[in-house]
């Protein structure tokens, strides 16, 4: 009898140490949509086992963010996590056990790690109240309301000289302004050496979501008007690669290139060791100056090259990510 029961007691006290922990939600490829405010909730439940044990003195959870890696752990049975980075999740839990039915000694369940995905098809909402007025240095100064969605990342900043260009990327800002310090800013009627040009304002979430540009403005500006044909502007044009802007960056960077002729073009961004990370352009251009960004969420802080290719031209620049 004695022996029979020795053997019971070995035999519960091993399924209790191999016991698990298992989340109520969320629950194994599940996808979780981000709401118009920017972020997804991400709520979890550890359901008890403590009916296993003579206690259970707390339970905590983790999750790994995509490109970033696992969180703190956060006490709790249940809860929730707020995140704005789409891609694939994953979280586990634990709790401590003070004491199993065999009279154990102190130790940790676990849970297996359960993975999830979180979806972003929200663009950030339109930018509102563009203006301008004179900076200390008189050039065009934009202001406009700033974006209140939890995951927005940059602004992009368009400007209109000519008909015959249209709109052209101007530049990015992280703030809610924009200083052009390739115009001088005047006031007043006009007159001989004096132009329009109108600016407009878009914002991108981490997820490389964009919103609907804002409404365009007039600004005066010093020189003559600028209306040009595709033939007088193709004279400055020459094949050239830009320093990314601004670098070093986290997370996003713009790479800006010109092309004198029509041509295939490529861009590609690569690693130290000569690895691909991504191609950013693999297409047909006309002659023209162009730019790109570059969002950078899932790398890891380092160095990283970037080169372009159209027809004999061939250049390759450095920029670094510091997060």
Wanted: with cysteine; aromatic share 16%; glycine share 8%.
């Amino acid at each position: 009898m004695k022996k029979l029961f020795y053997i019971l007691f070995l035999l519960t006290n091993t399924l209790l140490y191999s016991q698990n922990l298992y989340f109520d939600k969320p629950r194994s490829g599940d996808v979780i949509n981000s709401g118009p405010n920017g972020y997804a909730e991400i709520e979890y439940y550890i359901l008890d086992p403590s009916w296993f044990f003579y206690c259970i003195s707390y339970f905590q959870t983790q999750i790994l963010v995509p490109g970033v890696g696992w969180t703190q752990w956060e006490y709790g049975q249940g809860g929730s996590y707020y995140v704005t980075k789409a891609g694939s999740y994953w979280i586990r839990g634990r709790a401590w056990v003070c004491g199993d039915a065999g009279g154990g000694n102190n130790y940790y369940i676990s849970s297996y790690d359960i993975n999830f995905s979180v979806t972003d098809n929200y663009a950030p909402a339109q930018p509102q109240g563009l203006q301008a007025s004179k900076s200390s240095s008189n050039h065009p100064l934009l202001n406009w309301t700033a974006c209140t969605q939890t995951d927005f990342s940059y602004y992009k900043i368009f400007k209109y000289v000519t008909s015959e260009l249209g709109w052209q990327y101007r530049g990015f800002s992280f703030t809610n302004s924009f200083e052009d310090v390739d115009e001088i800013m005047v006031t007043g009627p006009l007159v001989a050496n004096e132009h329009n040009v109108r600016y407009k304002v878009s914002a991108v979430d981490i997820n490389s979501n964009e919103s609907i540009a804002s409404e365009d403005i007039s600004v005066r500006v010093q020189g003559p008007w600028l209306e040009k044909s595709a033939d007088d502007y193709s004279e400055i044009i020459n094949y050239s690669l830009n320093q990314n802007y601004p670098n070093p960056f986290n997370p996003s960077t713009n790479i800006s290139y010109s092309i004198p002729e029509k041509g295939l073009v490529t861009l590609k961004v690569y690693d130290m060791l000569g690895n691909e990370i991504v191609e950013l352009v693999n297409e047909e251009k006309e002659k023209g100056n162009y730019s790109i960004d570059f969002v950078a969420n899932n790398l890891a802080s380092g160095v990283y090259i970037y080169t372009i290719r159209s027809k004999n031209f061939v250049e390759s620049k450095r920029m670094i990510l510091l997060k």
